[in-house]
């Protein structure tokens, strides 16, 4: 197997760093910002304010994940502070943003600077998807109520269903209406959370997450609801791998349709891969191992991974793409080949303690190859997901 580690997976993560898609996080000071980063990355880092001084004070970016990102969050400062002129930030943000989420406590009805930011940048790009997060519900609830379960909005701005507290429902609708004279033709999304701590005593404490990604998922253009799919799941075991598995395999897609002499190769993005992923799940890649997982793909499948071969072969052994020749098709070939190489690793790795039925590991691989193609393709109709600087 190649050397899968230091100096050779930095240019995995700047290549897929290259091709991710960045989520723009605007809002005042305060209003929730950086706490759905960690809701949505478990970034631990990501600090979280007190509720009344600002905290982030300079625009940041998590990648999601660190290793091969698939997704960017942009966390900025705050709006609406005395003597802090947003322009540079704004200009900064804007030039890497794909979708922007604006986040406003749900009470906070001053929002004219947020509401100009945003009213600015929509004249520039008015087919930006945007989403509004509406933070904080709970600060709307008389006193002992608890959170409606299960969660009762619905994607449609327009209603708010009869069992939400009157108090919220007054509020919510109010804030929705000052986001109606904007312009653009992108449809504006409204997601109610509310991000509480233990010790708040709300349950679920990430009231809305859920509803945030699929909100997210189905504003973005495809490129982003791909990544946004694959963000971890609270319990993070079923899902354990899925994010790096996609961040490698675009990584391998891209190296091979802008080839960069001695960079990142396909096989070394795979090598690393699979590193990463017995990391995962604490386990390791003995000769025993790496045999029995290199059987269950089929003859010659990591013999390519292992040498520095590459998978351009791997063209003619797949029937829809042998036919198609070209650089688009060798990148959707690395890319499908990657893909389905982590997920049946993945799969193995999680079950390898207990024993693993071949057979199983081989029909991973295949349906994972099958997606891996539609995954693709929704990539190539996806004109955004190409540009992304
Ligand atoms: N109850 C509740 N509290 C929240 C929610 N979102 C954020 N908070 C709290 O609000 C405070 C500020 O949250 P942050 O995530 O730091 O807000 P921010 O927008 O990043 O703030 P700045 O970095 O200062 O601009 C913290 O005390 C959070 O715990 C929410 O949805 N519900
Ligand atoms: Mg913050």
Not at 269 to 288: E, F, P, T, Y
Not at 290 to 310: D, H, I, K, P, Q
Request: proline residues 6%.
């Amino acid at each position: 197997m190649a050397n899968t580690s230091g100096e050779d997976s930095a240019p995995i993560a700047d290549r897929a760093r290259d091709l991710a898609p960045v989520v723009w996080l605007l809002g005042k000071v305060q209003s929730g910002k950086t706490s759905i980063v960690r809701a949505l990355t478990h970034a631990t880092d990501a600090e979280i304010g007190n509720g009344f001084r600002a905290c982030t004070r300079t625009a940041r970016v998590f990648d999601f994940p660190s290793d091969a990102p698939i997704i960017r969050f942009l966390d900025t400062r705050g709006l609406g502070e005395a003597g802090y002129d947003p322009a540079e930030d704004i200009a900064f943000c804007e030039e890497r943003a794909h979708l922007i989420l604006v986040v406003a406590r749900a009470r906070d009805m001053q929002l004219e600077p947020v509401l100009e930011t945003l009213a600015a940048v929509r004249l520039r790009h008015p087919d930006w998807p945007v989403v509004v997060v509406q933070t904080s519900l709970h600060e709307n609830y008389a006193s002992g109520q608890a959170h409606v379960l299960p969660y009762p909005f619905t994607p449609d701005e327009t209603i708010l269903p009869e069992v939400v507290p009157e108090e919220l429902v007054r509020v919510l609708r109010y804030q929705r209406s000052l986001f109606r004279p904007l312009l653009g033709s992108a449809h504006i999304r409204f997601v109610p959370i509310d991000f509480t701590q233990k010790g708040d005593g709300f349950e679920p404490i990430d009231y809305g997450r859920e509803p945030l990604i699929e909100a997210l998922i189905a504003a973005a253009p495809a490129a982003v609801s791909i990544a946004l799919a694959e963000l971890p799941d609270p319990s993070g075991v079923s899902q354990a791998g899925n994010a790096h598995i996609l961040g490698y395999a675009l990584a391998a897609g891209a190296s091979d349709a802008v080839p960069i002499a001695g960079v990142v190769t396909v096989p070394i993005a795979q090598a690393a891969m699979l590193h990463k992923l017995a990391s995962i799940h604490g386990v390791n890649w003995d000769r025993r191992a790496y045999a029995e997982f290199g059987g269950a793909l089929g003859a010659g499948v990591l013999v390519r991974t292992a040498s520095s071969f590459g998978l351009r072969q791997l063209v003619k052994l797949i029937p829809v793409y042998g036919q198609t020749a070209g650089a688009a098709a060798a990148a959707a070939t690395s890319f499908a080949a990657t893909y389905a190489i982590g997920k049946a690793a993945n799969y193995f790795l999680a079950r390898r303690r207990r024993g693993v039925e071949v057979k199983d590991v081989t029909a991973v691989y295949h349906r994972a190859l099958r997606e891996a193609f539609r995954v693709s393709k929704a990539r190539e109709e996806s004109p955004r997901a190409a540009e992304i600087p």
